[in-house]
């Protein structure tokens, strides 16, 4: 796989339902992170794993949020009884490792999830 | 806490010219990288170039270039010969050394007009 990937590309879920958005980062990369892109808010971390754990939960933005990575490959962000102000387009990221210098930790971004809640 | 400010919500150039993308950073860290990635309307966020700040030297990249003012904070994007598939958002980033989360700028919309 040349980059990274995201499903769905796009989700409209009703308001109160769980949503789950898949992120499959670039083969070989031990870090991933999810951000959240929307108008109000511009671009925010929420997450960052290397490996399977998760050093900074920081940016997750209630307890409805959660994310999990599992054989330090695919990532599974889930958003439990959605809202409305969680529409926003979804991005991942993976970059080769999380320390080593500026090459290693660059991040590569795959396509986003826009998420519509209605 | 560090900030990332990019006070040109817009700008717009003619094909062929130069323009140049502001940045101001703050941050206590000594060990850091910037970064400036273009968003097209696609929502891709590509790598646009990347700075680490023990380097002096200005990083490029092809049309691509930097001004890094340590002292000053700043990161400035150049683009000569600007092309029509250089309108995109542009937004500058900010990482601490030995990974973790990058802080983004609030992003300057490129237009580059025929």
Redesign the interface.
């Given at each position: 796989g040349a980059g990274v990937s995201q499903s769905p590309s796009n989700k409209v879920t009703e308001k109160g339902k769980d949503v789950e958005l898949r992120c499959d980062p670039i083969s070989g990369h031990t870090?991933l992170?999810w951000?959240r892109q929307s108008l109000g808010q511009?671009?925010e971390?929420l997450i960052?794993f290397?490996g399977n754990s998760a050093p900074?939960k920081s940016?997750l933005p209630s307890d409805r949020f959660s994310a999990e990575r599992t054989g330090g490959s695919v990532s599974t962000l889930t958003i439990q009884r959605t809202q409305q102000e969680d529409s926003a387009?979804y991005?991942c990221?993976s970059?080769l490792?999380?320390?080593g210098?500026?090459l290693q930790?660059?991040?590569?971004?795959?396509?986003?999830t826009?998420l519509l809640v209605l | 806490a560090q900030t990332v400010t990019q006070s040109q919500p817009e700008m717009s150039v003619q094909e062929a010219e130069t323009v140049t993308l502001s940045c101001t950073y703050d941050t206590s860290e000594s060990n850091y990288y910037l970064f400036w990635y273009k968003q097209p309307p696609s929502r891709q966020m590509i790598l646009v170039i990347r700075q680490e700040a023990y380097k002096q030297q200005n990083a490029t990249e092809n049309r691509f270039s930097v001004n890094f003012q340590k002292a000053a904070k700043s990161f400035s994007l150049k683009i000569s010969d600007s092309q029509l598939g250089d309108t995109a958002m542009y937004f500058c980033a900010f990482m601490r050394g030995r990974g973790g989360k990058l802080i983004f700028g609030q992003g300057t919309e490129l237009s580059v007009k025929p």
């Open positions: 870090a992170y951000y511009g671009l971390f960052y290397q900074d940016g387009v991005l990221a970059s490792r999380a320390s210098g500026a930790e660059t991040q590569y971004f795959g396509p986003g826009r | -």
